[in-house]
């Protein structure tokens, strides 16, 4: 095995570990979290983290990405990258304090003032992450980004968020969970890292890591502002309660799976950079995490549909019934976001971003035609959801055919990924279906739901065993190899 396959599936065993885990931790806390917190709460928070997002491209003009994908990194790049983020961040967090009376008056909405100039403090702390973030990505050295990302969401969110929300601070405990999980995060990744912090002021230094940079920037604020598109609508259009509604439910359904694919992406984004002149390699490691994708993300989404109303239940509570036909609708949203998020990140490694931003541009501006057109019609929230989906996939289809372009072929594989993907989720679909309905009369809400747990994860452990081959597969059998082994040298 060679030495950066060797350290790219080690980096995707501790990126599924930190999925894995940090969806248990998620699920755990978002259940608490609808609990404390009232709809009209979580559309407030939901509209300052929105504005803190834009922000947050200030504070980062793809300095990052620059510094992941850069083919030879030096350390005055180190330099200009750290002194830059420093200086955007600082910039961010002004800009954010002198334009929040402006968002409170074209949001209707005064309570959000204070709260987004609490926000835009994390503009600072996440400046000074940025660089040890990325050096860290770029060496596949994914262990202290995992134990950062478990300690500031158990620290940080599950010890104070929650407990601010406990004590009755409301959304100021979602600020506090924010700042302090950013400052976790900050300590653990500069010791792991150590970096220089020292800094620079020729411009030669910053040329290269801007010229990249810039672009990237371009391309991320494109799929933020097209991703964010309908809360941010939704905000200024519709009540407090129905963006807390709409929000709370893509966050606690979707988001997960859309940290899914960034954990995969931050790995993969390095492994395609490394291997983007040799077309043969590129191609197999493209076409193999996409099959492997495709088959995890549709039986999960497969099995949301029919889960759905015991997940709003168990997870949302009582006051949150309403957001179950809305679950439902999400749950077909993430296969196709996951998988143009792969066929993305190939782009991007690969610096073909004028390719990325036609197509976001293009999708940013008819799903705003769609969106604006779906309210003047006088439709809901939940048409907005539909319209995402269907936009979602004619996205996911052209950045399909980019990603055949970029490979030099496979158009065919790419097209079998994706209906076998499909075919996994209808078949979970229709199992779970067949042995939960019957459950609903017999078992109470906890047993059932965690019957719904166990099911779906032994579906994802079938498709993945039992499926076609991939790299997931490998990987798994691998791990079940050694256990044997060890199991049978312990007994022995």
């Known amino acids: 095995m060679s030495d950066l396959k060797s350290r790219t599936v080690t980096a995707i065993k501790w990126s599924y570990f930190s999925m894995f885990s940090g969806l248990a931790l998620q699920l755990l806390f978002a259940a608490i979290l609808s609990r404390l917190l009232t709809k009209e709460q979580f559309g407030v928070w939901y509209t300052a983290t929105l504005l803190q997002s834009f922000g947050q491209f200030i504070a980062n003009l793809g300095v990052g990405q620059a510094i992941v994908q850069k083919a030879k990194l030096t350390d005055d790049d180190v330099r200009a990258g750290f002194t830059s983020s420093i200086l955007l961040g600082v910039l961010a967090t002004a800009l954010a304090w002198i334009s929040a009376p402006y968002a409170g008056t074209y949001f209707n909405n005064p309570d959000l003032v204070p709260i987004f100039r609490a926000y835009s403090w994390v503009f600072v702390i996440n400046s000074g992450i940025v660089v040890s973030h990325s050096l860290l990505r770029r060496a596949l050295k994914f262990r202290p980004l995992v134990i950062s990302e478990l300690s500031m969401y158990i620290l940080g969110h599950g010890i104070l968020g929650l407990g601010s929300a406990y004590l009755g601070y409301g959304t100021y405990s979602l600020v506090i969970s924010a700042l302090s999980q950013g400052l976790i995060q900050?300590?653990?990744?500069?010791?792991?890292?150590?970096?220089?912090?020292?800094?620079?002021?020729?411009?030669?230094?910053?040329?290269?890591?801007?010229?990249?940079?810039?672009?990237?920037?371009?391309?991320?604020?494109?799929?933020?502002?097209?991703?964010?598109?309908?809360?941010?609508?939704?905000?200024?259009?519709?009540?407090?309660?129905?963006?807390?509604?709409?929000?709370?439910?893509?966050?606690?359904?979707?988001?997960?799976?859309?940290?899914?694919?960034?954990?995969?992406?931050?790995?993969?984004?390095?492994?395609?950079?490394?291997?983007?002149?040799?077309?043969?390699?590129?191609?197999?490691?493209?076409?193999?995490?996409?099959?492997?994708?495709?088959?995890?993300?549709?039986?999960?989404?497969?099995?949301?549909?029919?889960?759905?109303?015991?997940?709003?239940?168990?997870?949302?509570?009582?006051?949150?019934?309403?957001?179950?036909?809305?679950?439902?609708?999400?749950?077909?949203?993430?296969?196709?976001?996951?998988?143009?998020?792969?066929?993305?990140?190939?782009?991007?490694?690969?610096?073909?971003?004028?390719?990325?931003?036609?197509?976001?541009?293009?999708?940013?501006?008819?799903?705003?035609?769609?969106?604006?057109?779906?309210?003047?019609?006088?439709?809901?929230?939940?048409?907005?959801?539909?319209?995402?989906?269907?936009?979602?996939?004619?996205?996911?289809?052209?950045?399909?055919?980019?990603?055949?372009?970029?490979?030099?072929?496979?158009?065919?594989?790419?097209?079998?990924?994706?209906?076998?993907?499909?075919?996994?989720?209808?078949?979970?679909?229709?199992?779970?279906?067949?042995?939960?309905?019957?459950?609903?009369?017999?078992?109470?809400?906890?047993?059932?739901?965690?019957?719904?747990?166990?099911?779906?994860?032994?579906?994802?452990?079938?498709?993945?065993?039992l499926g076609p081959p991939n790299e997931l597969q490998r990987m798994a059998k691998a791990s079940l190899s050694r256990l044997t082994r060890r199991s049978a040298n312990s007994a022995g």
Request: hydrophobic share 55%; aromatic share 12%; charged share 10%.
């Open 186 to 465: 900050l300590i653990i990744l500069y010791a792991a890292t150590r970096h220089t912090l020292r800094p620079v002021f020729r411009w030669s230094a910053y040329k290269d890591l801007y010229l990249f940079g810039t672009r990237a920037t371009v391309v991320t604020f494109l799929e933020f502002i097209s991703g964010s598109l309908d809360t941010f609508l939704i905000a200024k259009l519709y009540n407090p309660a129905a963006l807390g509604l709409y929000s709370r439910t893509f966050s606690t359904i979707a988001q997960p799976a859309m940290g899914f694919a960034m954990s995969l992406s931050r790995v993969l984004a390095p492994s395609f950079s490394a291997v983007q002149g040799e077309p043969e390699r590129l191609k197999r490691a493209y076409l193999s995490g996409l099959r492997a994708l495709s088959l995890i993300i549709f039986t999960a989404a497969g099995c949301i549909v029919v889960d759905a109303p015991e997940i709003v239940r168990v997870m949302l509570g009582p006051t949150f019934l309403d957001s179950i036909v809305l679950m439902q609708i999400f749950a077909f949203f993430i296969p196709f976001s996951v998988l143009t998020n792969l066929s993305g990140v190939l782009a991007e490694a690969t610096a073909h971003l004028k390719s990325k931003i036609v197509i976001q541009s293009t999708y940013f501006i008819t799903l705003l035609i769609a969106f604006w057109s779906t309210h003047q019609l006088g439709m809901g929230v939940e048409a907005f959801a539909v319209v995402l989906v269907i936009w979602s996939v004619f996205r996911s289809a052209a950045f399909a055919i980019l990603a055949r372009r970029i490979i030099q072929g496979g158009g065919r594989d790419i097209a079998f990924s994706y209906l076998l993907g499909g075919a996994c989720g209808l078949g979970a679909a229709l199992l779970t279906a067949a042995i939960v309905i019957p459950l609903r009369a017999i078992l109470p809400l906890p047993a059932l739901f965690i019957t719904e747990v166990i099911l779906g994860g032994l579906m994802l452990g079938g498709v993945v065993i």
